[in-house]
Protein backbone atom coordinates (compact mmCIF):
# COMPACT_ATOMS: atom_id res chain seq x y z
CA UNK A 1 0.00 0.00 0.00
CA UNK A 2 1.42 3.25 -1.13
CA UNK A 3 1.55 6.21 1.11
CA UNK A 4 -0.62 8.10 -1.43
CA UNK A 5 -3.57 5.76 -1.64
CA UNK A 6 -2.97 6.38 2.67
CA UNK A 7 -3.04 10.08 1.62
CA UNK A 8 -6.28 10.00 -0.45
CA UNK A 9 -8.65 7.81 2.16
CA UNK A 10 -6.77 10.43 5.09
CA UNK A 11 -8.50 13.38 3.45
CA UNK A 12 -11.52 11.86 3.27
CA UNK A 13 -11.38 10.80 6.81
CA UNK A 14 -11.35 14.24 7.89
CA UNK A 15 -15.16 15.21 6.66
CA UNK A 16 -16.29 11.87 9.12
CA UNK A 17 -13.78 12.28 11.95
CA UNK A 18 -16.65 13.27 13.95
CA UNK A 19 -18.22 9.28 13.83
CA UNK A 20 -15.37 7.44 14.72
CA UNK A 21 -15.04 6.66 18.22
CA UNK A 22 -12.68 4.04 19.99
CA UNK A 23 -9.65 5.56 17.90
CA UNK A 24 -6.71 5.03 19.45
CA UNK A 25 -3.92 6.07 17.07
CA UNK A 26 -3.19 8.97 14.58
CA UNK A 27 -0.57 9.52 12.25
CA UNK A 28 0.03 12.73 10.38
CA UNK A 29 2.69 13.51 7.92
CA UNK A 30 5.20 15.75 8.69
CA UNK A 31 3.31 18.29 6.76
CA UNK A 32 0.63 18.17 8.74
CA UNK A 33 -1.33 18.33 5.49
CA UNK A 34 -2.67 14.00 5.50
CA UNK A 35 -3.76 12.76 8.69
CA UNK A 36 -4.99 9.00 9.50
CA UNK A 37 -7.18 8.23 12.56
CA UNK A 38 -8.17 4.06 13.36
CA UNK A 39 -7.15 1.36 15.33
CA UNK A 40 -3.66 0.08 15.53
CA UNK A 41 -3.04 -3.34 14.27
CA UNK A 42 0.53 -3.73 14.44
CA UNK A 43 3.80 -2.14 13.72
CA UNK A 44 7.09 -3.97 12.47
CA UNK A 45 9.18 -1.54 13.66
CA UNK A 46 8.75 0.19 9.57
CA UNK A 47 5.12 0.05 9.18
CA UNK A 48 1.47 0.89 11.12
CA UNK A 49 -0.98 -1.31 10.19
CA UNK A 50 -4.51 0.62 10.80
CA UNK A 51 -8.15 -0.50 11.04
CA UNK A 52 -9.88 2.94 9.59
CA UNK A 53 -13.42 3.42 8.97
CA UNK A 54 -11.92 2.58 4.97
CA UNK A 55 -10.48 -0.73 5.68
CA UNK A 56 -7.01 -1.75 7.08
CA UNK A 57 -3.74 0.75 5.84
CA UNK A 58 -0.86 0.28 5.94
CA UNK A 59 1.16 3.42 6.68
CA UNK A 60 5.25 3.91 6.05
CA UNK A 61 6.58 5.04 9.23
CA UNK A 62 8.86 7.13 8.27
CA UNK A 63 6.57 9.76 6.98
CA UNK A 64 4.34 10.22 9.68
CA UNK A 65 4.53 11.38 13.46
CA UNK A 66 2.44 9.26 15.91
CA UNK A 67 -0.30 10.17 18.75
CA UNK A 68 -2.34 8.26 20.93
CA UNK A 69 -2.26 5.65 23.67
CA UNK A 70 -1.81 2.94 21.28
CA UNK A 71 1.90 4.38 19.56
CA UNK A 72 4.86 1.95 19.86
CA UNK A 73 8.11 3.25 21.34
CA UNK A 74 10.19 4.26 18.30
CA UNK A 75 13.62 3.94 20.36
CA UNK A 76 13.27 0.03 21.66
CA UNK A 77 10.71 -1.29 19.70
CA UNK A 78 10.76 -5.16 20.09
CA UNK A 79 9.25 -6.85 17.23
CA UNK A 80 7.35 -9.65 18.52
CA UNK A 81 6.37 -12.61 16.27
CA UNK A 82 3.87 -15.41 17.48
CA UNK A 83 4.09 -18.97 16.15
CA UNK A 84 1.40 -21.68 16.50
CA UNK A 85 1.31 -25.46 15.74
CA UNK A 86 3.16 -28.41 15.43
CA UNK A 87 5.00 -29.19 19.23
CA UNK A 88 7.35 -31.06 18.01
CA UNK A 89 8.92 -27.72 15.55
CA UNK A 90 8.16 -25.76 18.34
CA UNK A 91 10.31 -27.96 20.52
CA UNK A 92 12.82 -29.13 18.55
CA UNK A 93 13.20 -26.94 14.70
CA UNK A 94 12.51 -23.60 15.42
CA UNK A 95 14.37 -22.64 18.36
CA UNK A 96 17.35 -24.44 16.68
CA UNK A 97 17.00 -22.48 13.68
CA UNK A 98 16.57 -19.05 16.02
CA UNK A 99 19.42 -20.18 17.75
CA UNK A 100 21.50 -20.71 14.56
CA UNK A 101 20.02 -17.74 13.55
CA UNK A 102 20.98 -15.25 16.32
CA UNK A 103 24.46 -16.78 16.27
CA UNK A 104 25.26 -15.69 12.32
CA UNK A 105 23.90 -12.21 13.04
CA UNK A 106 25.56 -11.78 16.14
CA UNK A 107 22.87 -11.69 18.61
CA UNK A 108 21.90 -13.54 21.38
CA UNK A 109 19.30 -15.76 22.05
CA UNK A 110 17.44 -16.32 25.64
CA UNK A 111 14.89 -18.39 26.14
CA UNK A 112 11.78 -18.91 29.20
CA UNK A 113 8.29 -20.26 29.52
CA UNK A 114 5.38 -17.42 29.71
CA UNK A 115 3.05 -17.48 32.71
CA UNK A 116 0.86 -19.51 30.22
CA UNK A 117 3.73 -22.34 29.95
CA UNK A 118 4.91 -21.39 26.46
CA UNK A 119 8.12 -21.10 25.27
CA UNK A 120 9.60 -17.50 24.66
CA UNK A 121 12.68 -16.54 22.72
CA UNK A 122 14.52 -13.29 22.80
CA UNK A 123 17.03 -11.94 20.98
CA UNK A 124 19.48 -9.39 22.49
CA UNK A 125 21.75 -6.71 20.68
CA UNK A 126 25.20 -5.42 22.56
CA UNK A 127 24.44 -2.03 24.01
CA UNK A 128 20.17 -2.39 23.07
CA UNK A 129 18.31 -2.00 26.56
CA UNK A 130 15.55 -3.81 24.92
CA UNK A 131 15.53 -7.10 23.23
CA UNK A 132 15.56 -6.84 19.07
CA UNK A 133 13.42 -9.31 18.93
CA UNK A 134 10.64 -12.15 20.96
CA UNK A 135 9.75 -15.40 19.36
CA UNK A 136 6.24 -16.32 21.21
CA UNK A 137 5.77 -20.48 20.69
CA UNK A 138 2.06 -22.25 21.30
CA UNK A 139 3.14 -25.77 21.02
CA UNK A 140 -0.36 -27.89 20.21
CA UNK A 141 -0.98 -29.24 16.35
CA UNK A 142 -1.26 -28.41 13.32
CA UNK A 143 -5.10 -27.77 13.19
CA UNK A 144 -4.92 -25.81 16.19
CA UNK A 145 -2.07 -23.63 14.44
CA UNK A 146 -4.36 -22.80 11.50
CA UNK A 147 -7.48 -21.98 13.67
CA UNK A 148 -5.29 -19.47 15.65
CA UNK A 149 -4.66 -17.96 12.60
CA UNK A 150 -8.18 -17.67 11.33
CA UNK A 151 -8.26 -15.95 14.67
CA UNK A 152 -5.69 -13.81 14.50
CA UNK A 153 -3.54 -15.40 17.57
CA UNK A 154 -0.67 -15.94 15.62
CA UNK A 155 1.34 -15.03 12.82
CA UNK A 156 3.15 -17.93 11.56
CA UNK A 157 1.74 -21.31 11.37
CA UNK A 158 3.93 -24.31 12.28
CA UNK A 159 2.33 -27.10 10.44
CA UNK A 160 2.94 -31.10 9.64
CA UNK A 161 1.04 -31.54 6.59
CA UNK A 162 -0.65 -29.06 3.77
CA UNK A 163 -3.29 -27.03 4.48
CA UNK A 164 -7.01 -28.30 3.81
CA UNK A 165 -9.80 -27.06 2.18
CA UNK A 166 -11.96 -25.87 4.75
CA UNK A 167 -9.00 -24.08 6.66
CA UNK A 168 -8.10 -22.26 3.30
CA UNK A 169 -12.11 -21.05 3.25
CA UNK A 170 -11.25 -19.82 6.79
CA UNK A 171 -8.11 -17.96 6.09
CA UNK A 172 -9.59 -16.51 2.98
CA UNK A 173 -12.88 -15.18 5.04
CA UNK A 174 -10.86 -13.38 7.62
CA UNK A 175 -8.97 -11.86 4.64
CA UNK A 176 -5.45 -13.74 5.21
CA UNK A 177 -5.11 -14.33 1.22
CA UNK A 178 -4.66 -17.74 -0.41
CA UNK A 179 -2.43 -19.82 1.38
CA UNK A 180 -1.98 -22.28 -1.25
CA UNK A 181 0.10 -19.62 -3.21
CA UNK A 182 4.07 -20.45 -3.56
CA UNK A 183 5.15 -17.26 -1.43
CA UNK A 184 2.46 -17.93 1.48
CA UNK A 185 4.19 -21.76 2.53
CA UNK A 186 7.92 -22.98 2.30
CA UNK A 187 9.23 -26.22 3.69
CA UNK A 188 12.04 -25.40 6.22
CA UNK A 189 12.55 -29.49 6.94
CA UNK A 190 11.41 -32.73 6.35
CA UNK A 191 10.54 -35.73 8.12
CA UNK A 192 8.60 -38.88 8.33
CA UNK A 193 5.90 -41.30 9.63
CA UNK A 194 6.99 -44.35 10.89
CA UNK A 195 5.85 -47.49 12.77
CA UNK A 196 7.58 -47.63 16.11
CA UNK A 197 8.04 -51.29 18.20
CA UNK A 198 10.24 -51.38 21.31
CA UNK A 199 13.88 -52.56 20.99
CA UNK A 200 12.79 -56.15 22.06
CA UNK A 201 9.86 -56.47 19.86
CA UNK A 202 10.98 -59.65 17.31
CA UNK A 203 8.77 -58.29 14.45
CA UNK A 204 11.16 -56.78 11.63
CA UNK A 205 8.88 -55.41 9.49
CA UNK A 206 5.46 -54.67 8.55
CA UNK A 207 3.04 -54.00 5.63
CA UNK A 208 1.29 -50.96 5.19
CA UNK A 209 -2.22 -53.18 4.46
CA UNK A 210 -0.42 -54.80 7.66
CA UNK A 211 -0.67 -51.51 10.06
CA UNK A 212 -4.29 -50.18 9.17
CA UNK A 213 -5.57 -53.25 9.86
CA UNK A 214 -3.62 -53.15 13.15
CA UNK A 215 -5.27 -49.72 14.01
CA UNK A 216 -8.56 -50.46 12.85
CA UNK A 217 -8.38 -53.45 15.25
CA UNK A 218 -8.64 -56.35 12.91
CA UNK A 219 -4.93 -58.08 13.79
CA UNK A 220 -4.97 -57.74 17.39
CA UNK A 221 -2.32 -60.48 18.55
CA UNK A 222 1.32 -60.30 17.16
CA UNK A 223 1.51 -64.29 16.27
CA UNK A 224 -0.51 -62.69 13.30
CA UNK A 225 2.50 -61.08 11.84
CA UNK A 226 4.74 -63.43 13.03
CA UNK A 227 5.65 -62.17 16.41
CA UNK A 228 4.77 -63.35 20.20
CA UNK A 229 1.27 -64.92 21.27
CA UNK A 230 0.72 -61.15 23.05
CA UNK A 231 -2.39 -58.59 22.53
CA UNK A 232 -1.22 -55.19 20.67
CA UNK A 233 -1.46 -52.24 21.96
CA UNK A 234 -2.15 -48.77 19.75
CA UNK A 235 -1.13 -45.67 20.49
CA UNK A 236 -1.02 -42.90 18.06
CA UNK A 237 -0.48 -38.72 18.22
CA UNK A 238 -3.59 -36.40 18.97
CA UNK A 239 -6.23 -36.81 16.68
CA UNK A 240 -5.58 -32.97 15.60
CA UNK A 241 -1.97 -33.58 15.08
CA UNK A 242 -0.16 -32.99 11.75
CA UNK A 243 1.23 -36.99 12.08
CA UNK A 244 -2.16 -38.14 13.40
CA UNK A 245 -3.85 -36.18 10.11
CA UNK A 246 -0.68 -37.50 7.65
CA UNK A 247 -1.47 -41.10 9.21
CA UNK A 248 -5.74 -40.70 8.26
CA UNK A 249 -4.54 -39.20 5.03
CA UNK A 250 -1.79 -41.54 3.68
CA UNK A 251 -3.01 -45.16 5.05
CA UNK A 252 -6.54 -44.73 6.88
CA UNK A 253 -8.58 -43.01 4.43
CA UNK A 254 -7.30 -44.34 1.27
CA UNK A 255 -7.88 -48.27 3.29
CA UNK A 256 -11.16 -46.58 4.36
CA UNK A 257 -10.49 -47.62 7.73
CA UNK A 258 -12.03 -47.00 10.58
CA UNK A 259 -9.69 -46.53 13.65
CA UNK A 260 -10.25 -49.21 17.01
CA UNK A 261 -11.65 -47.57 20.04
CA UNK A 262 -8.71 -49.55 21.48
CA UNK A 263 -6.04 -46.87 20.30
CA UNK A 264 -4.72 -44.48 22.54
CA UNK A 265 -3.75 -41.08 21.61
CA UNK A 266 -0.95 -38.88 22.77
CA UNK A 267 -1.12 -35.29 23.05
CA UNK A 268 3.10 -34.97 22.90
CA UNK A 269 4.68 -37.09 20.36
CA UNK A 270 7.54 -37.61 22.38
CA UNK A 271 5.07 -39.43 25.14
CA UNK A 272 3.84 -41.62 23.01
CA UNK A 273 7.64 -42.92 22.06
CA UNK A 274 8.17 -43.08 26.08
CA UNK A 275 4.84 -45.86 25.95
CA UNK A 276 5.94 -47.56 23.77
CA UNK A 277 9.47 -47.87 24.69
CA UNK A 278 8.30 -49.62 27.90
CA UNK A 279 6.07 -51.51 26.56
CA UNK A 280 7.13 -54.78 24.34
CA UNK A 281 3.65 -55.55 22.76
CA UNK A 282 3.29 -51.95 21.24
CA UNK A 283 3.49 -50.35 18.22
CA UNK A 284 2.57 -46.71 17.80
CA UNK A 285 3.42 -44.23 14.87
CA UNK A 286 5.62 -41.44 15.71
CA UNK A 287 7.79 -39.09 14.06
CA UNK A 288 11.19 -40.56 12.60
CA UNK A 289 13.52 -37.99 14.25
CA UNK A 290 12.13 -39.49 17.98
CA UNK A 291 13.84 -42.79 17.58
CA UNK A 292 16.64 -42.72 20.34
CA UNK A 293 14.59 -45.46 22.63
CA UNK A 294 12.26 -47.17 20.03
CA UNK A 295 13.22 -48.89 16.92
CA UNK A 296 11.31 -48.60 13.82
CA UNK A 297 9.41 -50.77 11.69
CA UNK A 298 10.44 -50.79 7.38
CA UNK A 299 7.10 -51.28 5.54
CA UNK A 300 7.38 -54.15 2.99
CA UNK A 301 4.92 -55.43 0.32
CA UNK A 302 4.07 -58.57 -1.15
CA UNK A 303 6.81 -58.48 -3.51
CA UNK A 304 9.31 -58.49 -1.32
CA UNK A 305 10.41 -54.96 -1.33
CA UNK A 306 11.49 -53.03 2.23
CA UNK A 307 11.70 -49.61 2.62
CA UNK A 308 13.06 -47.90 5.60
CA UNK A 309 13.18 -44.32 6.99
CA UNK A 310 15.98 -43.07 6.48
CA UNK A 311 17.82 -39.05 5.86
CA UNK A 312 18.19 -40.19 1.96
CA UNK A 313 14.96 -41.53 1.58
CA UNK A 314 13.34 -39.32 3.11
CA UNK A 315 14.81 -36.65 1.00
CA UNK A 316 13.82 -38.42 -2.25
CA UNK A 317 10.35 -39.47 -1.21
CA UNK A 318 11.40 -42.78 -1.73
CA UNK A 319 9.89 -43.96 1.87
CA UNK A 320 6.03 -43.44 1.03
CA UNK A 321 4.62 -41.36 4.72
CA UNK A 322 7.22 -38.08 4.15
CA UNK A 323 5.89 -35.54 6.12
CA UNK A 324 7.38 -32.10 5.41
CA UNK A 325 7.46 -29.41 7.92
CA UNK A 326 6.24 -25.95 6.78
CA UNK A 327 5.92 -22.68 7.81
CA UNK A 328 2.45 -21.27 6.42
CA UNK A 329 2.67 -17.22 6.07
CA UNK A 330 -0.47 -14.52 6.22
CA UNK A 331 -0.56 -11.91 3.78
CA UNK A 332 0.54 -9.21 5.67
CA UNK A 333 4.02 -7.70 6.17
CA UNK A 334 5.65 -8.76 9.28
CA UNK A 335 8.80 -7.11 11.09
CA UNK A 336 12.17 -7.13 9.40
CA UNK A 337 13.40 -9.87 12.41
CA UNK A 338 10.93 -12.18 10.91
CA UNK A 339 11.47 -11.56 7.26
CA UNK A 340 15.68 -12.04 7.96
CA UNK A 341 14.78 -15.19 10.16
CA UNK A 342 12.60 -16.91 7.27
CA UNK A 343 15.28 -15.94 4.76
CA UNK A 344 17.50 -17.51 7.04
CA UNK A 345 15.58 -20.81 7.18
CA UNK A 346 16.60 -21.53 3.33
CA UNK A 347 20.31 -21.01 3.85
CA UNK A 348 22.91 -23.38 3.52
CA UNK A 349 23.61 -22.74 7.33
CA UNK A 350 20.06 -23.44 8.18
CA UNK A 351 20.21 -27.14 6.78
CA UNK A 352 23.28 -27.57 9.33
CA UNK A 353 21.04 -26.74 12.27
CA UNK A 354 17.93 -28.97 10.73
CA UNK A 355 20.11 -32.04 10.68
CA UNK A 356 22.35 -31.17 14.11
CA UNK A 357 18.31 -31.08 15.25
CA UNK A 358 17.38 -34.88 14.36
CA UNK A 359 15.26 -33.76 11.33
CA UNK A 360 16.24 -34.22 7.49
CA UNK A 361 17.49 -31.35 5.78
CA UNK A 362 17.22 -30.12 2.29
CA UNK A 363 20.04 -29.89 1.11
CA UNK A 364 20.75 -31.73 -2.02
CA UNK A 365 22.80 -34.96 -1.73
CA UNK A 366 24.52 -36.93 -4.73
CA UNK A 367 23.94 -40.53 -4.61
CA UNK A 368 25.81 -42.96 -7.32
CA UNK A 369 24.17 -45.24 -8.76
CA UNK A 370 26.91 -47.88 -7.42
CA UNK A 371 25.27 -47.64 -3.65
CA UNK A 372 21.90 -48.49 -4.82
CA UNK A 373 22.17 -51.93 -5.31
CA UNK A 374 18.51 -52.84 -3.38
CA UNK A 375 17.26 -50.30 -6.04
CA UNK A 376 18.89 -52.45 -9.03
CA UNK A 377 18.14 -55.58 -7.35
CA UNK A 378 14.54 -54.95 -7.21
CA UNK A 379 14.62 -53.50 -11.20
CA UNK A 380 15.87 -57.59 -11.73
CA UNK A 381 13.71 -58.95 -9.95
CA UNK A 382 10.39 -56.88 -10.48
CA UNK A 383 10.95 -56.67 -14.35
CA UNK A 384 7.90 -57.72 -15.91
CA UNK A 385 7.81 -59.45 -19.36
CA UNK A 386 6.92 -56.28 -21.14
CA UNK A 387 10.60 -54.47 -19.21
CA UNK A 388 13.02 -56.45 -21.66
CA UNK A 389 16.67 -57.17 -20.50
CA UNK A 390 17.47 -54.59 -23.29
CA UNK A 391 16.30 -51.94 -21.42
CA UNK A 392 17.44 -52.49 -18.50
CA UNK A 393 20.67 -52.68 -19.66
CA UNK A 394 20.26 -49.15 -21.58
CA UNK A 395 19.16 -47.77 -18.11
CA UNK A 396 22.27 -49.14 -16.67
CA UNK A 397 24.37 -47.93 -19.52
CA UNK A 398 22.51 -44.37 -19.02
CA UNK A 399 22.89 -43.86 -15.32
CA UNK A 400 25.76 -45.63 -14.61
CA UNK A 401 28.20 -42.57 -15.06
CA UNK A 402 25.93 -40.21 -13.45
CA UNK A 403 24.77 -38.98 -10.08
CA UNK A 404 21.50 -39.69 -8.49
CA UNK A 405 20.64 -35.91 -7.04
CA UNK A 406 18.57 -36.29 -3.10
CA UNK A 407 15.88 -33.58 -4.76
CA UNK A 408 12.80 -36.02 -6.55
CA UNK A 409 9.73 -35.49 -7.92
CA UNK A 410 5.96 -36.81 -7.16
CA UNK A 411 2.77 -35.86 -7.94
CA UNK A 412 -0.35 -35.54 -6.10
CA UNK A 413 -2.98 -38.77 -5.99
CA UNK A 414 -5.14 -38.51 -9.17
CA UNK A 415 -3.19 -35.35 -10.54
CA UNK A 416 -0.45 -33.88 -12.98
CA UNK A 417 0.00 -31.30 -9.79
CA UNK A 418 3.59 -31.91 -7.95
CA UNK A 419 3.02 -32.64 -4.40
CA UNK A 420 3.94 -30.01 -1.67
CA UNK A 421 7.70 -31.69 -1.05
CA UNK A 422 8.21 -31.28 -4.84
CA UNK A 423 7.22 -27.89 -5.22
CA UNK A 424 9.75 -27.26 -2.51
CA UNK A 425 11.93 -29.44 -4.56
CA UNK A 426 11.41 -27.13 -7.75
CA UNK A 427 12.25 -24.07 -6.49
CA UNK A 428 14.70 -25.39 -4.49
CA UNK A 429 16.76 -26.44 -7.94
CA UNK A 430 15.85 -23.42 -10.27
CA UNK A 431 17.87 -21.81 -7.08
CA UNK A 432 20.66 -24.03 -7.67
CA UNK A 433 20.49 -23.87 -11.32
CA UNK A 434 20.65 -20.32 -11.12
CA UNK A 435 23.77 -19.77 -8.40
CA UNK A 436 25.82 -21.56 -11.12
CA UNK A 437 25.72 -24.78 -8.58
CA UNK A 438 25.13 -26.53 -11.60
CA UNK A 439 27.56 -24.79 -14.47
CA UNK A 440 28.71 -27.09 -16.64
CA UNK A 441 26.96 -29.94 -15.88
CA UNK A 442 24.38 -31.96 -17.64
CA UNK A 443 21.19 -32.57 -15.24
CA UNK A 444 19.03 -35.12 -16.81
CA UNK A 445 15.21 -35.79 -15.41
CA UNK A 446 14.39 -38.98 -15.61
CA UNK A 447 10.94 -40.22 -14.90
CA UNK A 448 9.51 -43.66 -14.00
CA UNK A 449 5.77 -45.09 -13.57
CA UNK A 450 4.07 -47.60 -11.99
CA UNK A 451 3.04 -51.27 -13.37
CA UNK A 452 -0.07 -50.98 -13.53
CA UNK A 453 -1.35 -50.94 -17.92
CA UNK A 454 1.31 -51.51 -21.02
CA UNK A 455 4.88 -51.15 -20.42
CA UNK A 456 4.95 -49.03 -23.68
CA UNK A 457 2.08 -46.67 -22.30
CA UNK A 458 3.55 -46.50 -19.22
CA UNK A 459 7.28 -45.29 -20.71
CA UNK A 460 5.56 -42.70 -22.37
CA UNK A 461 3.97 -40.89 -19.76
CA UNK A 462 6.85 -41.47 -17.23
CA UNK A 463 8.68 -39.56 -20.29
CA UNK A 464 5.98 -36.39 -20.17
CA UNK A 465 6.34 -36.19 -16.67
CA UNK A 466 9.82 -35.72 -17.25
CA UNK A 467 9.12 -33.16 -19.27
CA UNK A 468 6.37 -31.77 -17.47
CA UNK A 469 9.13 -31.52 -13.98
CA UNK A 470 12.15 -30.14 -16.31
CA UNK A 471 9.95 -27.31 -17.91
CA UNK A 472 8.32 -26.15 -14.48
CA UNK A 473 12.23 -26.10 -12.89
CA UNK A 474 12.66 -23.82 -15.97
CA UNK A 475 9.96 -21.69 -15.43
CA UNK A 476 10.89 -21.19 -11.82
CA UNK A 477 14.49 -19.67 -12.45
CA UNK A 478 13.38 -16.02 -12.26
CA UNK A 479 16.05 -14.85 -14.79
CA UNK A 480 18.04 -17.29 -17.29
CA UNK A 481 19.04 -20.72 -17.34
CA UNK A 482 22.95 -20.39 -17.43
CA UNK A 483 24.53 -21.75 -20.60
CA UNK A 484 26.79 -24.15 -19.37
CA UNK A 485 23.89 -26.26 -17.96
CA UNK A 486 22.44 -28.92 -20.06
CA UNK A 487 18.59 -30.03 -19.18
CA UNK A 488 17.83 -33.15 -20.84
CA UNK A 489 15.25 -35.71 -20.55
CA UNK A 490 14.55 -39.59 -20.52
CA UNK A 491 12.41 -42.33 -18.61
CA UNK A 492 12.93 -46.22 -18.26
CA UNK A 493 8.98 -46.37 -17.34
CA UNK A 494 8.43 -49.53 -14.63
CA UNK A 495 11.81 -50.53 -15.03
CA UNK A 496 12.95 -49.79 -11.38
CA UNK A 497 10.44 -50.11 -8.85
CA UNK A 498 10.32 -48.60 -5.80
CA UNK A 499 7.73 -50.84 -4.29
CA UNK A 500 5.34 -53.39 -4.73
CA UNK A 501 2.42 -52.06 -6.92
CA UNK A 502 -0.42 -54.15 -5.59
CA UNK A 503 -1.20 -50.99 -2.85
CA UNK A 504 -1.56 -47.55 -3.92
CA UNK A 505 1.43 -46.33 -1.88
CA UNK A 506 3.16 -48.75 -3.76
CA UNK A 507 2.22 -47.36 -7.23
CA UNK A 508 2.78 -43.43 -5.81
CA UNK A 509 6.46 -44.44 -4.49
CA UNK A 510 7.03 -45.59 -8.14
CA UNK A 511 5.51 -42.78 -10.29
CA UNK A 512 8.46 -40.14 -10.04
CA UNK A 513 10.97 -37.63 -11.82
CA UNK A 514 14.42 -38.12 -10.27
CA UNK A 515 17.47 -35.94 -11.27
CA UNK A 516 20.96 -37.28 -12.50
CA UNK A 517 23.62 -35.20 -12.67
CA UNK A 518 26.64 -36.04 -14.80
Known amino acids: MTFLRVAVAALISLTLSKNVSAQDITLTSHDGKVEVVGNLLGFDGEFYRVDTPFGTLTVDGSGVTCDGPACPSLTDFVAEVRFSGSSVMAEKVLPALITGFARQEGLLATSHDSESGNLVIEL ?8 LGRFFFSANNTGQGFVDLTNNETDIVMALREIRDDEQTAAEAAGLGDLTHVRRSRVVALDALVPIVAMDNPVRQISPTDLV ?49 SVVRHIHSGSLVQKVAKDPFAVGLASQAELDTVRALPLTGG ?37 QFLAYTQSDAAQLQIRNSGFVDQAPEMMQIGLQGDRLANAIASGGPEVGLDELQRMIETLRPLSRLSLSF ?32 KLTFVGFSDGDGPAAGNARIALLRAKTVRNAVVAAVETTVPDSVELNVDAFGEAMPMACDDTNWGRKVNRRVEVWVE
Open 124 to 131: QKTGRNAP
Open 213 to 261: RVFAGEIMNWAELGGPDAPISTYLPSAGSGLAQIAEDQLFVPSDAALSE
Open 303 to 339: CGHALSATRQTIKTEDYPLTSPMFLYLPNRRLPRIAR
Open 410 to 441: RFEAGSSRPDAQSRSNIRQLAQQIESGAFDAR
